[in-house]
C-alpha cells in the first residue's frame, strides 16, 4: 500500500517558510550532515508537492530532485514548468486520495509530500506514515505554518531524536492513528 512521508524543517514556533515563501532563515542553519536528506530520498519513489513549494525550489537554480515530481495546482499550467524539467515534473488538479490512488496505480510505494497546504491535506486524509521534522532554533514570527486546524487529534509515535550541528533537532514520527478514509467510512 502506498504511504506518504514528510522530510521538512521548520522554525521553533512552527513556521515552515516566510508568507512570501522565503527560507532565508533555513539557509544560515548550521544543520551539519543535512539531516540525513539524501537516505530519505533513497527511500521514496517521487514527490507530491505544492505550487508554492515548487516555485520556491525553482529559486534554488538547480534542480535538487532526481526523483519524479508531482505538482499540485489549479492555476498552474505546463509552461510554468521550465523546459528542462518537463521530463521530470508533471501537473496534477486531483484531491490527495486520487493523486496517491494514480500513483500507487504507476507502482510507486513511498511518496515524499512536501509544503504545508500539501502536507495539511494529506494528513487530514489519512495518508501520512511518518514525519521526520527537524527544528530550526530561530523564531520568525510569522509565515506558513507547517500544521492547521484538524477534526480530530492525530496521535504520533517518537521514533527518533538527533542533534544536527550546532543547534538543530530532528525528530522522526509515526502517525499512530489516521482520520478514516472517505473509502473506508462507506464499509
Given at each position: 500500500?502506498?504511504?506518504?512521508?514528510?522530510?521538512?524543517?521548520?522554525?521553533?514556533?512552527?513556521?515552515?517558510?516566510?508568507?512570501?515563501?522565503?527560507?532565508?532563515?533555513?539557509?544560515?542553519?548550521?544543520?551539519?550532515?543535512?539531516?540525513?536528506?539524501?537516505?530519505?530520498?533513497?527511500?521514496?519513489?517521487?514527490?507530491?508537492?505544492?505550487?508554492?513549494?515548487?516555485?520556491?525550489?525553482?529559486?534554488?537554480?538547480?534542480?535538487?530532485?532526481?526523483?519524479?515530481?508531482?505538482?499540485?495546482?489549479?492555476?498552474?499550467?505546463?509552461?510554468?514548468?521550465?523546459?528542462?524539467?518537463?521530463?521530470?515534473?508533471?501537473?496534477?488538479?486531483?484531491?490527495?486520495?486520487?493523486?496517491?490512488?494514480?500513483?500507487?496505480?504507476?507502482?510507486?510505494?513511498?511518496?515524499?509530500?512536501?509544503?504545508?497546504?500539501?502536507?495539511?491535506?494529506?494528513?487530514?486524509?489519512?495518508?501520512?506514515?511518518?514525519?521526520?521534522?527537524?527544528?530550526?532554533?530561530?523564531l520568525?514570527?510569522?509565515?506558513?505554518?507547517?500544521?492547521?486546524?484538524?477534526?480530530?487529534?492525530?496521535?504520533?509515535?517518537?521514533?527518533?531524536?538527533?542533534r544536527?550541528?550546532?543547534?538543530?533537532?530532528?525528530?522522526?514520527y509515526?502517525?499512530?492513528?489516521?482520520?478514516?478514509?472517505?473509502?473506508?467510512?462507506?464499509?
Open positions: 500500500m502506498i504511504a506518504g512521508h514528510v522530510f521538512i524543517a521548520t522554525s521553533l514556533d512552527g513556521f515552515i517558510a516566510r508568507a512570501d515563501n522565503s527560507l532565508d532563515w533555513l539557509m544560515k542553519q548550521d544543520s551539519g550532515s543535512g539531516g540525513d536528506f539524501e537516505t530519505f530520498m533513497d527511500s521514496v519513489d517521487g514527490l507530491v508537492m505544492g505550487a508554492g513549494t515548487f516555485r520556491t525550489v525553482l529559486g534554488f537554480g538547480e534542480w535538487v530532485y532526481r526523483k519524479p515530481v508531482v505538482v499540485l495546482s489549479r492555476s498552474m499550467t505546463t509552461n510554468d514548468i521550465p523546459g528542462d524539467l518537463k521530463e521530470k515534473v508533471r501537473l496534477s488538479t486531483a484531491a490527495p486520495q486520487e493523486v496517491m490512488a494514480e500513483l500507487e496505480a504507476e507502482g510507486w510505494r513511498n511518496v515524499y509530500v512536501d509544503g504545508g497546504r500539501v502536507i495539511q491535506s494529506f494528513l487530514r486524509e489519512g495518508l501520512i506514515e511518518t514525519l521526520t521534522v527537524t527544528l530550526a532554533p530561530v520568525i514570527g510569522d509565515g506558513i505554518p507547517l500544521f492547521a486546524s484538524l477534526p480530530a487529534d492525530i496521535d504520533l509515535d517518537l521514533v527518533s531524536a538527533e544536527l550541528g550546532a543547534n538543530m533537532l530532528k525528530t522522526q509515526r502517525v499512530r492513528t489516521q482520520f478514516a478514509r472517505p473509502d473506508d467510512r462507506a464499509k
